[in-house]
């Protein structure tokens, strides 16, 4: 069965700081990753994903993801965080198409970005 | 697009009396999730539907709770009866084929007294 982990329970990042987000994944075949990240009372809101070609993927926001197949890892990056990043971030993981379809989310890490 | 709707945002009620939740996921996708979130146990997936058929309800706690999705834009989360443990925020999500992503809805709160 596919599962994610998160390592940190909250990652403080100073305003104007690269911000990280780890997250390491455990799936058969090659993975479909994900990042999702949610705001106060909102739901959970996509951010990137990683399918197959390259293994930097741009998305929402100035995120950034890199996927390293010999780590299992798919780090959530952004150069610069703004206040406005605090939020919860998920990764989530899925086999490749003709799986199963439901995805595996992590824990979820709490972002603080320090004014 | 609307995005996934989901009614009502907020539910309050006794424990014993019946809730049910409703989705409205967006057009055209193919699967339908529902998914309850807690401060201690995380986000858990409840149970899943491929072109309105259950697909998985290994989710979904016990017996006092059902969901069904009688078309491909309408489904339905019952838990009857309520109990105060099942307090959370209850989410929906849809996803295309082939796309994996999962889009949200904003949830349903869920207070039972």
């Known amino acids: 069965a596919q599962s994610v982990a998160q390592p940190e329970d909250q990652v403080n990042v100073a305003e104007g700081n690269p911000l990280t987000v780890k997250c390491t994944y455990s799936v058969s075949g090659n993975p479909y990753l994900f990042w999702y990240v949610q705001y106060p009372n909102r739901g959970l809101q996509f951010l990137l994903k990683?399918?197959?070609?390259?293994?930097l993927v741009k998305g929402s926001y100035g995120f950034e993801a890199e996927f390293n197949k010999s780590q299992t890892s798919f780090h959530l990056k952004k150069p610069s965080a703004l206040v406005s990043d605090s939020a919860l971030y998920f990764c989530a993981v899925r086999p490749p198409l003709g799986g199963n379809n439901r995805l595996a989310f992590g824990k979820g890490n709490q972002v603080v970005v320090i004014p | 697009d609307a995005g996934v709707i989901q009614s009502p945002r907020h539910e309050v009620t006794e424990m014993g009396q019946e809730v049910t939740l409703r989705c409205k996921p967006i057009?055209?996708?193919?699967?339908l999730f529902w998914y309850r979130q807690t401060m201690m146990r995380g986000l858990e997936l409840l149970i899943y539907f491929n072109n309105n058929v259950p697909i998985d309800d290994s989710g979904m706690p016990e017996d006092r709770f059902s969901a069904k999705m009688p078309n491909a834009s309408f489904s339905t989360l019952k838990i009857q009866p309520s109990e105060p443990r099942d307090s959370a925020v209850y989410f929906c999500?849809?996803?295309?084929?082939?796309?994996?992503?999962?889009?949200f809805g904003p949830g349903t709160r869920l207070t039972v007294l």
């Open positions: 057009s055209g996708h193919n699967s």
């Open positions: 999500a849809s996803s295309p084929a082939g796309g994996g992503e999962q889009f």
């Open positions: 990683y399918i197959t070609g390259d293994n």
